[in-house]
C-alpha cells in the first residue's frame, strides 16, 4: 500500500532563513515522488522530481530535496526563504501496482508562511 | 510549456442543475485527471482517462461523470449538482503512466458554487 504524510500542516519562516517541509512515505514498489507548490487560486505547479536516478534532487525556485530509503523521507528545502515563496507545498508519491496500473497520492499539504 | 486550460475559473450553478467542467490540454498527453480539492481533505481523484474514449473512476466517482471524445480535451460533467459538490475542481495531463516518472501538469482550477 503507498501513503503520503506531510508531517507539518503550516511552516512559518522569516524572509532569508532556510525552509525545511517534511515528508514521509511508504510504497510496496519503488516509487516515484514530486513537490508541487500551489500559491492563491492557481492550480499545482511542479518544482522538483525524483524517479530513481540523484538521490538529491534540484528544482526551480532554489528548492531541493532529498530521497532517503531508509528514513522513507522525501524533505523539500531551501536556504533561504523569500516572501513570493509563501504558498501550500504538496509531497506526491507515485508507484506501480501489482494490477499493473499505477497510484498516485497526494499528501495534505503544507502551508508555507513567509515574514518579513 | 505544457498549457492545461480550464474553461471557467468562477462557476455559480443551481442545485439540479447539469454541469459541464471543461479542459484542453495541448501537449498531446495520454493521460487525463479531474480532481476536487477541498480544505482539510486535499486532492480526491474523480475520474481519469488514458485514452480517447477511456475511463477509469478514481476514490470519489459517484455524482461525476467524465468524456472523453479527443485526446486533448476532458470534460467533468456533473449529472445532477448537489451542495456537497461545491469545491475547487483541477484538471491535469501528464504522458504515459503516473508510476513512470511523469508529473502531472495542472490547469488553474475551476472553483464551483452550487446554491
Known amino acids: 500500500a503507498q501513503s503520503v504524510t506531510q508531517l507539518d500542516s503550516h511552516v512559518s519562516v522569516s524572509e532569508g532563513t532556510p525552509v525545511l517541509l517534511r515528508c514521509n512515505y511508504s510504497?510496496?514498489?519503488?516509487?516515484?515522488l514530486f513537490w508541487y507548490v500551489q500559491h492563491p487560486n492557481k492550480g499545482l505547479q511542479l518544482l522538483l522530481k525524483?524517479?530513481?536516478?540523484?538521490?538529491l534532487v534540484k528544482g526551480i525556485n532554489g528548492f531541493e530535496a532529498e530521497f532517503k530509503k531508509s528514513e522513507t523521507s522525501f524533505h523539500l528545502t531551501k536556504p533561504s526563504a523569500h516572501m513570493s515563496d509563501a504558498a501550500e507545498y504538496f509531497c506526491v508519491v507515485s508507484a506501480a501496482l501489482n494490477t499493473g496500473g499505477f497510484k498516485t497520492i497526494f499528501g495534505a499539504g503544507t502551508r508555507l508562511f513567509v515574514k518579513a | 510549456d505544457v498549457k492545461v486550460t480550464q474553461s471557467s475559473r468562477y462557476l455559480v450553478k443551481r442545485t439540479g442543475e447539469k454541469v459541464f467542467l471543461e479542459c484542453v490540454q495541448d501537449?498531446?498527453?495520454?493521460?487525463m485527471f479531474w480532481y476536487r480539492q477541498d480544505p482539510g481533505l486535499g486532492l480526491r481523484l474523480i475520474y481519469f482517462s488514458y485514452d480517447v474514449k477511456m475511463k477509469e473512476k478514481g476514490d470519489i466517482p459517484e455524482g461525476y461523470s467524465v468524456s472523453r471524445e479527443k485526446k486533448e480535451r476532458f470534460s467533468l460533467i456533473l449529472e445532477s449538482a448537489s451542495t456537497n459538490q461545491t469545491s475547487m475542481y483541477l484538471c491535469?495531463?501528464?504522458?504515459?503512466?503516473?508510476?513512470?516518472?511523469?508529473?502531472?501538469?495542472f490547469g488553474d482550477g475551476t472553483r464551483l458554487s452550487i446554491l
Open positions: 491535469a495531463s501528464s504522458s504515459l503512466a503516473p508510476g513512470a516518472g511523469q508529473p502531472q501538469h
Open positions: 501537449m498531446d498527453h495520454e493521460n
Open positions: 525524483y524517479t530513481s536516478a540523484a538521490t
Open positions: 510504497s510496496s514498489y519503488s516509487p516515484s
